[in-house]
């Protein structure tokens, strides 16, 4: 019986595609940033609290994608900066073609940054490259430090691990050093900050990595 792996073509087409969208954005001075993380672990309040702050110095856009509704772009408009909702139909994560109509929904604007708050779980937006310059992934801490364990490509494709809700760490056994041991074993390069949207921890530091990845991106 002869067996076609179409997920092999899949991937290697979108990682094509994100390959020329990647380009593209690189002429035009806007970092795409794909968020990701667990359904729940803060991605939408991290990015309310860092657009409050940013968005008197650059140009955010971001687009929200979900199964369904728009609650999470209605949020970030309140905040002030633009945003699209877009709806993935019950996929499980965005590609580049996906990302690349979310994009078009922005309009022409040219923005310094474009975030893009990909499905909430840790495995399928792992997979496929959007386009983005960079990667960055939460996990809070009630998720437990075993996560790198058992989701590994999620930290590995990652350039940027946002540790988030560190207020409720008295509640919670996570371990900190193990995590971090774990997140670096699978990836050397990795970064790491220890955020609470609550007290704003950390914030300083992940904003301060925020402007220097838009400001490298231009050059
Ligand atoms: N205690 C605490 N709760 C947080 C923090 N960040 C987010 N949350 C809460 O976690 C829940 C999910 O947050 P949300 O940003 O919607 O998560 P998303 O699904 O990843 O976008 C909300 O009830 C937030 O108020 C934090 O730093 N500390
Ligand atoms: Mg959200």
Known sequence: MKIIELKETITASNDRD?????????????????????????KTTLLERTIRDLK?????????ADV??????VRIEKIG???????TDGMCHMDAGMTRRALE?????????????????????AEFDTGAGKCVMLLSVPE???????YPLMFSVSDVLIITK???????????????????????????????AKTGEGFEEWEAWLKSAVKNWKN
């Open 18 to 42: 994100a390959a020329v969208l990647r380009a593209e954005l690189k002429e035009k001075g806007t970092l795409l940033v794909n968020l990701m993380a667990s359904p729940g672990a803060g």
């Open 144 to 150: 437990g430090d075993d996560k790198p364990l058992k």
């Open 105 to 125: 929904g922005l309009g022409d604007e040219p923005f310094d940054l474009v975030v893009l708050e990909n499905v909430g779980n840790l495995i399928c937006p």
């Open 68 to 73: 369904d509704s728009d609650v999470d772009a």
């Open 56 to 64: 008197d110095e650059m140009n955010i856009a971001v687009m929200e």
């Open 166 to 196: 560190t207020d409720v760490a008295p509640y919670f056994d996570f371990d900190f050093d193990a995590c971090i041991a774990r997140a670096k074993k699978l990836n050397p390069n990795i970064t790491i900050f220890k955020v609470s």
């Open 81 to 87: 900066a633009k945003a699209v909702q877009a709806h």
